[in-house]
Structures are given as structure tokens and as C-alpha cells.
């Protein structure tokens, strides 16, 4: 008689079976409609394949696509797979290496045979239509277990260099999987090294839920020395309605990049003269100034006091603090001295000391904290700074605002006691919301927990963890409705730390905001305070930032409000537009009337037609037109005509616009 297991379902029931069951046979047992409708499985937490025999007892949860994040994984996996067997199946002797789901879709890294170019943009309507033959086959898709030669052999017998090397670097005593795309041998059978899980099989994509994107190259390995390859990017769904909204999002997306609209708007502008920093035009930094006198307000409200620190710091200190060793390759690092020069360029003596660019606030802040003897009573100790910081970023990395080298960040730093830390992280909690819903963003919550490489004691990151989960709670925010999760391994490796994801008008998500309850770092740099008992004490140290940096964020804003931005933001409010030259004067008063109520307000006087006016304002975003004709000069009338195809044009008094505009010109903190 075989052995029997008892499977406990999430609904708390449980089944008695024969050892070696699977989760296909038990989804079978339960119905035929959760039968077709199952993906996967969930067991004892391992998410399997469904044909994979279960052999002790076990808690099972059967995946379908309702279990959206699990079915989106599993799906983007098996698209990737099929894409390199429609590539190799269309071109014998293409090389594959490795293509992992990503965030909204997958990738496969090939190299084209040497009889052919590598591939491009031209071949990809060919490999989808394969693609959509080999899911139509519906070839079942079945895991074995091969030892490590077995791999090797197979690989180098096929010219496979890539999959034959990686293979050579397994584990002699690791269980290594393959999937068959098709019965196991059989002709026309397909096989890849992985780990899966997989779908049963093809025929549970749906052929019409993916497309092919782009091209792309990428080295082996990511390593520039070695061979380069093509990588093949796609997009995968669960069904074709979601792949529309996915590319309905990529179209407003295109509209609403921040890198076209800043030079559409004379924003900014980057250069390879300054790979990774922004030049910013004076239009660009209206916004800036705008933002920071913004956050300079909030943060004085809140009991912050500002500071400014140096740019260079000896490496000494980085060392000291621990960043040396975690991010020295992002740091731009100089000789503390200046350097002899002969015709092969600067030589720096090997005794030199040495300096790096401040890659972050903290440490800088940790030595004002130190300057004189701090009692109890002097914390909590705010410090804010908008800290200019550099970061060695690769150039590949770079993208518009999103990632640069050189950028400012809204960086504070609590210095507080342990009966402190709740009430200080509720109360960021509440300014963070208060900033976030005043540019119109919804948010969700999460905890980043302890990283696998961490300084401190379990027992320090079971208390820090605990204290950010109180005073979310406290906060009220811990709930559903702000989206709260814990991240297991996502936090640095000082500190746990609370993150905020904001979610823009077309529903993408950015991280932004975070908190950090730090007990390491004061202790690397000896801050400490006197308490009440006379005797020396650690300050705990909460690192945050709500903007993140100033870069991203305006990066962020632009694309949130496809550049139209609120008035307060707007880098022009409004522009005094003629339709003839008898106007001229009176257009000249009323930007007058409206500068001396603090409004960026331009004229436009020029002898053009009053349509191409509108809309080259328009392309311009700016967020009000005041159309002034004979009559209007005449009758100290305004036509006041709103940004955007559907607003009405309303002919007021010049006192009514100048009070609607100076009121909406506000910002959110001010009304």
C-alpha cells in the first residue's frame, strides 16, 4: 500500500493521498473547472510546477490568474522560453544564454549565427509569429533533473558556449533541472536549463497577450570584455485586454516623457560634457525654487533646522562610517593633493591621501550632531539639508532625471532618544502625507527588512523593525488602503527602513520617500548623548527624504502632469497674448498689474495671427492665455482662456482675473 500524506488547503481542509501525488491530480480531484483554470502551485510557500509529485505531508495553494502577481511571473517566464525556441528554430545555430521575467514582461539574451547579422528590429514580426505556433502546439512543458556533466555535455555537443560554460560552474552536488518544451526526446522536442516553475504547458499562454518590443545589446554576463549578444525585450500578460491597456500605457507614457517635454518646455537639458548632471534653464529652475521654498516652509513647520555641508571628505571618514566598503566604486574619489603632470598625464604620488565626493548626507550630519556636548534634553535634533551629493553611476545607467550622478536631496536626520522613535516616525508619516496628496498622488506603504550582509545584532534590527511597524500603525497607515506590505532582504545595511511608492495619473508606481531607524551608524562614528542619569548614550539616527531628490522628483512631476503643471508650479502662469497692435499698451499694464501680484506673466506682441499664438502656447503648456483685442483694451476687459482643448473662454474684468489668478497661484500650504 503506498504511504499517505495529508495536503492541508488554504481554506483549512485537508485531503489524505497516496505519497507522490501532485498538485494537478489533487486540483483534478476537486473539480474539473479549478483543474483547467490551475497554473501552478504554492507548496508549504515554494511556488512548483503542477506535475511535480509531492511526497510528504504539505500546506497547498493552487496559483490560477487571479493570483495575479504569481500568474504574471510564471507567464513572462514561459513567454521567454518560447521566444528562444522560436529564435532557434527560425535560425539553426543561434547560441542562447539566459531571459528572466521582468516587471512588465521578459527578455532572452541570443547570439545570432555567424551566417547572419545579429538580429534587429526587422526580424521580430517572424519570431512572433513562431512564438504564436509553438503556444498554439500546445507542447507540454516537462521538468527533469540532469547532473552536472549530463549538461556539459549536452551544451558543448551543440556548440552551446555560453549555456556550456555556465553549466561548468554549477555546484558538483546541486540538483540541476531542465524543461522540455514538448515530450522529452521526442522529435521537435526543445530544451532549456532552468529552474522554473512552468506552466503545464505552452498552449496556457495566450497568443495574442505578448508582443515583441525592441532590440537591444547586451554583453555576456554583463561584463563589456566579453562577447556581445542581442537581447530581444518583450511584454506578456495573462490575456490580450491587459496587453492593450500595457501599450495604451506605453503610448501616454511616450507623450508624457520628461526628457522630450523639458526640451519642449526649455526645462533643462543634458550633455556629454557632464555625463549624469542637468543643466537647468531658468524655466526649469522656476520650478526648482518653487519646490524647495515649498519644502523649506514644511520642513520649518515641523521643527527642522537647516545645515550645510562640505562636498569633499576625507576617505577616513568613510571608512570610518562604513560606506567605503559598500559603495566605493560609486564614489568619485580624488587625491588630497595636487598632482604632478607630465606628458601622459597627472601623477599621483602613492602615499597620497585620499578624498571622495560626498555620495550622502549622513555621516557630514552625524559630525555636526558631535559638535559640543548634547543633552537629552537638546533631542530630538532635527537636521535638514538639501544636500547636493555625487554618485559614480555607469553611463549606460543614466536616464534624463531619473538617474543621474550629481543630485540634491531633501535629507533630514532625526537624532532622538528610544522612547522618541514612534512618535517621530507617525509624525513624518503625517508630513509625508500631506506633501504627497498636495501634488495629487495616492501612495502605498512598505517595510524594507533585514538584508542578508547587515551590521548590528538581530536583536537591533528585531527592535528597529518593530518601531517602524508601530508607528505606521500609529499613523493609521498600516492598512490595505495604503497598500501596506513588508519586504523580506530590502533593507540597507544599516537600518530597516519605510518606503513610500507613489502611483502617477497613468497608474505607474515610484518609490520616493523613505525612513530609516539607524542604531549603526552613530555607534561607527561615536554621536552620543547625556541622559538623565549623567552617563554617555547612543542617539538613535532616522534618516529621510520625501522628495527623494530634487532631479527625480520634477522628473516625476513632469510626467505625473504631462507638463502641465498646477499654477503655483508652472515655470510661465500666463501669457498676455495681442490680437492687434492696438492693444499693445494695454497688454503692457495688465502683465505689469499681474507682476506686481508676484505671477510669472509674459507679453506676447508679436505680429501674428491670435491662432498660431494660442497654439504655440499651448505646445508650451503654459496654464493661462489672456487674449486682449481692441474691445478688451477699449472696456479694461481680459478674454481669460484655461489651458486645454475643452476649457471655455470666459471674458472678465481685469480685477476678476487678477484675483482668480493670484488666489490659484497659491501653493497647496499657502491657501
Known amino acids: 500500500m503506498s504511504q499517505m500524506i495529508r495536503i492541508t488547503l488554504p481554506d483549512g481542509s485537508a485531503r489524505d493521498v497516496p505519497a507522490g501525488t ?15 483554470a490551475a497554473l501552478a502551485a504554492r507548496v508549504d510557500g515554494e511556488l512548483r510546477d503542477l506535475g511535480r509529485p509531492i511526497d510528504g505531508d ?17 507567464v513572462r517566464h514561459d513567454y521567454a522560453h518560447v521566444l528562444a525556441e522560436a529564435v532557434q528554430a527560425l535560425y539553426p545555430g ?5 531571459g528572466p521575467a521582468t516587471e512588465d514582461g521578459f527578455y532572452y539574451d541570443v547570439m545570432a549565427p555567424a551566417s547572419r547579422p545579429p538580429f534587429s528590429m526587422d526580424d521580430l514580426p517572424a519570431i512572433e509569429e513562431k512564438m504564436r505556433e509553438i503556444i498554439r502546439a500546445d507542447k507540454p512543458l516537462v521538468r527533469e533533473v ?7 555535455d549536452k551544451w558543448e555537443a551543440e556548440g552551446e558556449r555560453f549555456k556550456a560554460e555556465w553549466a561548468r ?8 533541472t531542465v524543461y ?25 499562454l495566450d497568443p495574442q497577450a505578448f508582443k515583441l518590443m525592441r532590440v537591444a545589446g547586451a554583453y555576456w554576463r554583463g561584463d563589456q570584455r ?3 549578444l542581442t537581447r530581444i525585450y518583450g511584454t506578456g500578460w495573462l490575456n490580450k485586454k491587459q496587453l492593450d491597456q500595457h501599450l495604451t500605457r506605453l503610448e501616454e507614457a511616450a507623450k508624457r516623457d520628461h526628457r522630450r517635454l523639458g526640451q519642449d518646455m526649455d526645462l533643462f537639458h543634458l550633455q556629454a560634457e557632464a555625463h549624469g548632471s542637468v543643466f537647468w534653464h531658468p524655466r526649469g529652475y522656476v520650478i526648482w525654487r518653487a519646490l524647495e521654498a515649498y519644502m523649506r516652509r514644511a520642513i520649518d513647520g515641523a521643527g527642522y533646522r537647516e545645515v550645510k555641508t562640505p562636498q569633499v571628505m576625507d576617505a577616513r571618514q568613510w571608512e570610518q562610517s562604513g560606506h567605503w566598503g559598500k559603495y566605493r566604486e560609486n564614489m568619485f574619489v580624488i587625491p588630497d593633493e595636487v598632482p604632478n603632470v607630465d606628458d601622459d598625464g597627472p601623477i599621483v604620488s602613492a602615499d597620497a591621501d585620499w578624498m571622495a565626493l560626498k555620495p550622502m548626507n549622513c555621516p557630514a550630519h552625524v559630525l555636526i550632531f558631535r559638535q559640543g556636548i548634547k543633552s537629552y534634553r537638546d533631542l530630538p535634533l532635527r537636521l535638514y539639508e538639501n544636500g547636493c551629493c555625487h554618485r559614480n553611476e555607469p553611463h549606460g545607467a543614466l536616464h534624463g532625471l531619473m538617474r543621474v550622478r550629481q543630485f540634491t536631496q531633501d535629507d533630514a536626520h532625526i537624532f532622538c532618544r528610544e522612547d522618541q522613535i514612534v512618535e517621530e516616525v507617525r509624525a513624518f508619516c503625517a508630513l509625508a502625507d500631506r506633501i504627497y496628496k498636495d501634488f495629487g498622488f495616492t501612495y502605498s506603504i512598505k517595510l524594507a527588512l533585514r538584508p542578508e550582509k547587515r551590521f548590528g545584532t538581530d536583536e537591533m534590527w528585531d527592535k528597529a523593525e518593530a518601531e517602524l511597524r508601530n508607528a505606521v500603525a500609529a499613523a493609521g497607515l498600516a492598512t490595505p488602503e495604503y497598500g501596506w506590505e513588508e519586504l523580506p532582504g530590502e533593507g540597507a545595511f544599516y537600518a530597516p527602513k519605510l518606503e ?3 502611483t502617477d495619473a497613468i497608474g505607474r508606481t515610484w518609490q520616493v520617500g523613505t525612513i530609516q531607524s539607524d542604531r549603526v551608524l552613530p555607534d561607527r562614528l561615536d554621536a552620543s548623548y547625556v541622559g538623565e542619569d549623567g552617563e554617555r548614550h547612543r542617539p538613535v539616527m532616522l534618516h529621510r527624504a520625501i522628495f527623494g531628490s530634487y532631479e527625480r522628483f520634477i522628473g516625476i512631476l513632469i510626467e505625473h502632469y504631462a507638463g502641465r503643471f498646477p499654477l503655483w508650479l508652472a515655470p510661465v502662469q500666463a501669457v498676455v497674448a495681442t490680437i492687434v497692435s492696438d492693444a499693445d499698451d494695454y497688454a503692457r499694464a495688465v502683465v505689469e498689474r499681474l507682476k506686481a501680484l508676484g505671477l510669472r506673466v509674459e507679453a506676447d506682441l508679436r505680429n501674428e495671427k491670435i491662432n498660431y499664438k494660442v497654439r504655440e502656447h499651448s505646445l508650451a503648456k503654459t496654464p493661462y492665455l489672456l487674449v486682449i483685442g481692441k474691445r478688451e483694451a477699449e472696456e479694461g476687459m481680459v478674454a481669460l482662456r484655461p489651458l486645454g482643448a475643452d476649457a471655455r473662454q470666459e471674458v472678465l474684468s481685469l480685477d476678476a482675473v487678477a484675483a482668480r489668478l493670484a488666489a490659484e497661484a497659491l501653493a497647496p500650504d499657502l491657501r
Open 22 to 36: 501532485s498538485a494537478a491530480d489533487i486540483a483534478a480531484a476537486i473539480g474539473p473547472g479549478l483543474a483547467k
Open 58 to 74: 504539505a500546506e497547498l495553494a493552487l496559483i490560477t490568474a487571479r493570483d495575479e502577481a504569481d500568474a504574471l511571473e510564471l
Open 94 to 98: 543561434t547560441q542562447i544564454t539566459f
Open 146 to 152: 540532469w547532473s552536472r556533466q549530463r549538461l556539459i
Open 169 to 176: 560552474e554549477l555546484p558538483e552536488g546541486e540538483e540541476l
Open 180 to 204: 522540455w518544451s514538448g515530450q522529452p526526446g521526442a522529435p521537435g522536442a526543445w530544451l532549456d536549463m532552468c529552474r522554473g516553475p512552468h506552466l503545464p504547458s505552452t498552449g496556457r
Open 226 to 228: 566579453n562577447a556581445q
Open 500 to 502: 513610500w511608492h507613489l
